[in-house]
């Protein structure tokens, strides 16, 4: 069993940032990648950026250069730090732990951006 727990999320006008974070505990040598999803109201839950263990980096077209993923292995924990943020990035982000044989999620945590 893997838990996440997240935090960070919030109410910020757009052109700000935020960081969320993920901290992992439980079986935690079992994962390969980690990753945050996000699902806006009346859409499907989407991946927004990943990290493997051995630090290969996936992110969506709509959030790259803009996002920034990275996991601390010494904390177990991975962040996502989100610049120049805007509307249509209002969401529930939901942090992910993928290994050979699980998925794991976290609760979300809402992301709210105003205009």
């Known amino acids: 069993q893997v838990q996440l727990v997240e935090s960070g999320g919030g109410l910020v006008q757009a052109g700000g940032s935020l960081r969320l974070s993920c901290a992992a505990s439980?079986?935690?040598?079992?994962?390969?990648?980690m990753g945050w999803y996000r699902q806006a109201p009346g859409k499907q839950r989407e991946l927004v950026a990943a990290i493997s263990k051995f630090g290969n980096l996936n992110y969506a077209d709509s959030v790259k250069g803009r996002f920034t993923i990275s996991r601390d292995n010494a904390e177990n924990t991975v962040y996502l730090q989100m610049n120049s943020l805007k509307r249509e990035d209002t969401a529930v982000y939901y942090c992910?732990?993928?290994?050979?044989?699980?998925?794991?999620w976290g609760q979300g945590t809402q992301v709210t951006v105003s205009s």
């Open positions: 992910a732990a993928i290994g050979d044989d699980f998925g794991s």
């Open positions: 439980g079986s935690i040598f079992r994962i390969s990648t």
